[in-house]
T-cell receptor, first 109, second 114 residues
Framework: AQRVTQPEKLLSVFKGAPVELKCNYSYSGSPELFWYVQYSRQRLQLLLRHISRESIKGFTADLNKGETSFHLKKPFAQEEDSAMYYC???????????FGSGTQLTVLP | DTEVTQTPKHLVMGMTNKKSLKCEQHMGHRAMYWYKQKAKKPPELMFV???????INESVPSRFSPECPNSSLLNLHLHALQPEDSALYLC?????????????FGPGTRLTVT
């Protein structure tokens, strides 16, 4: 069975500091991984997907199949990055999203 | 139009009421989803429709009844709900269920069952 683990429920960093949100997954097949973000009072939206290998809003995430990880990183956090971040795995014959429990990121001034 | 819309935004209903949640998208997406999200928790998948056919029902109680009248619309009919069903109900759509296309989420309907 597939599983997504985000070990940090809460994460606080100061503005300008690097930030890393951890995500580990468990899946026997070829995973498709995403980061979704939910800003306060806004809808859940896609931030990154591993297949596109792009940088969005300064965030990057690299799929490490050896460590089964897909950590989200940003070198210099901004206050507007404060939000709930969900790592999600698209897997199985049903191709349904399995979400991690989420990490609430707070960027302090 | 790249949005998923949901109505109503808020709904308060008694345990004996019958109500419906509505979801609409005009992006030509052929997969649509219902999720339930409790406060500070991730979305939990309830139903998946693919090409207007129900393809996944995640063991949801029968008091929740989904309907997909056409490729743009998705309804969730509610009847005899319990207070523990109070949550944010999210609709999402994606181009196709069988690939890694992203899911677009609606703003949700906040449901309170009294």
């Amino acid at each position: 069975a597939q599983r997504v683990t985000q070990p940090e429920k809460l994460l606080s960093v100061f503005k300008g500091a690097p930030v890393e949100l951890k995500c580990n997954y468990s899946y026997s097949g070829s995973p498709e991984l995403f980061w979704y973000v939910q800003y306060s009072r806004q809808r859940l939206q896609l931030l990154l997907r591993h297949i596109s290998r792009e940088s969005i809003k300064g965030f990057t995430a690299d799929l490490n199949k050896g460590e089964t990880s897909f950590h989200l990183k940003k070198p210099f956090a901004q206050e507007e990055d404060s939000a709930m971040y969900y790592c999600a795995l698209n897997s199985g014959s049903a191709r349904q999203l399995t979400f991690g429990s989420g990490t609430q990121l707070t960027v302090l001034p | 139009d790249t949005e998923v819309t949901q109505t109503p935004k808020h709904l308060v209903m008694g345990m004996t009421n019958k109500k419906s949640l509505k979801c609409e998208q005009h992006m030509g997406h052929r997969a649509m989803y219902w999720y339930k999200q409790k406060a500070k928790k991730p979305p939990e998948l309830m139903f998946v429709y693919s090409y207007e056919k129900l393809s996944i029902n995640e063991s949801v109680p029968s008091r929740f009844s989904p309907e997909c009248p056409n490729s743009s619309l998705l309804n969730l009919h509610l009847h005899a709900l319990q207070p523990e069903d109070s949550a944010l109900y999210l609709c999402a759509s994606s181009r196709d269920r069988t690939s890694s296309y992203e899911q677009y989420f609606g703003p949700g309907t906040r449901l309170t069952v009294t």
